[in-house]
């Protein structure tokens, strides 16, 4: 068989550089031998990879697709090479790790902040991504770590419950000779019912939004009907319409947190019920992770528990 290790590597070459000759240069390789290696790769694959003129080789249709694969495959044995050589208390190699804006808010700080200090060979990357596409991110690779509001069911996915965030309301701002006092935490907002958020006009995500699903399922639970007026997806959209005074939304605690420690907005729990939504980590469950991802999902859980504990809502069935 044809389509070993070395063929990809060479093949990969190739196409980089847009040259046989070229790759052959960089591989320190004759060029016939080169040229040979990819013809039988090829022929072993029943396809044409390259399109071959005067002016150098270009993918075919086929031949981007094996590009795609060929440099997933390589990336994997160079980081499972890393992984057995490493050593577990200083962890080295690129580690991504996708979430939302919310999420990142709470996150990116604390996080980079411990890898730089206690882990210098890892290299953090940090995608910020709706939720509904960070499980995909993590199937096909280009992630290897994500935080996610749902744990619905995947093949190739594993779930790990690490905390329910609650749901606040975000209002437009005092009247500033009124001067609110800030919010020092989450456990000293003043509280709002249910029914007094019902009447409040609200800016919500739309469907299919993670967070609407999840309020829309509180109020067919709860008996409710908000009054919705309009509809924005982006979290600094949302936080803006409530800073100009066009209306109320919800969101996390922490995504408006900052926000409301600056007086742009004012927030108010929700009582009877508290609104919570579960946040998730998901990792690959048909590949390893590296020691430096596992690590680093260690450390994520730490963060997201430390924030945890003194805010959490008194424990109920989650909503789905």
Request: aromatic share 4%.
């Amino acid at each position: 068989m044809s389509m070993s290790i070395r063929a990809m590597q060479c093949f990969v070459a190739v196409v980089s550089t847009g040259s046989i000759s070229r790759a052959a240069e960089t591989l320190h390789v004759a060029q016939p031998a080169l040229s040979l290696l990819i013809r039988n790769l090829e022929e072993d694959l029943g396809v044409v990879l390259l399109h071959r003129s005067a002016r150098g080789v270009t993918p075919t249709a086929a031949g981007a697709r094996m590009l795609a694969h060929a440099r997933e495959i390589l990336g994997r044995i160079d980081a499972a090479r890393a992984d057995v050589r490493e050593d577990p208390n200083t962890p080295r190699g690129t580690v991504s790790l996708a979430m939302s804006m919310s999420m990142a808010k709470l996150l990116t700080v604390p996080l980079l902040r411990f890898s730089l200090e206690h882990w210098p060979g890892v290299y953090l990357k940090i995608i910020e991504s709706s939720t509904g596409y960070i499980p995909g991110f993590v199937s096909s690779g280009h992630a290897d770590l994500g935080l996610t509001f749902s744990d619905d069911a995947s093949a190739d996915l594993r779930f790990q419950h690490l905390i329910d965030e609650e749901l606040v309301v975000v209002s437009p701002p005092a009247a500033r000779r009124a001067r609110q006092p800030r919010p020092a935490a989450l456990r000293a907002l003043p509280a709002m019912s249910l029914d007094a958020v019902a009447e409040l006009p609200l800016v919500l995500p739309g469907n299919p939004h993670s967070l609407r699903r999840l309020l829309d399922q509180y109020q067919q639970r709860e008996r409710v009907a908000f009054r919705v007026i309009a509809e924005a997806n982006a979290i600094p959209q949302l936080i803006e319409l409530a800073q100009a005074g066009v209306a109320h939304t919800i969101l996390s605690y922490e995504a408006v947190r900052q926000e409301a420690e600056r007086g742009d907005v004012v927030l108010h729990r929700i009582g009877k019920p508290r609104m919570t939504r579960p946040v998730f980590l998901c990792r690959s469950d048909v590949l390893p992770l590296s020691m430096a991802a596992s690590a680093v999902a260690d450390q994520v859980g730490r963060i997201i528990a430390a924030c945890g504990p003194a805010e959490a809502a008194p424990a109920r069935p989650r909503v789905r």
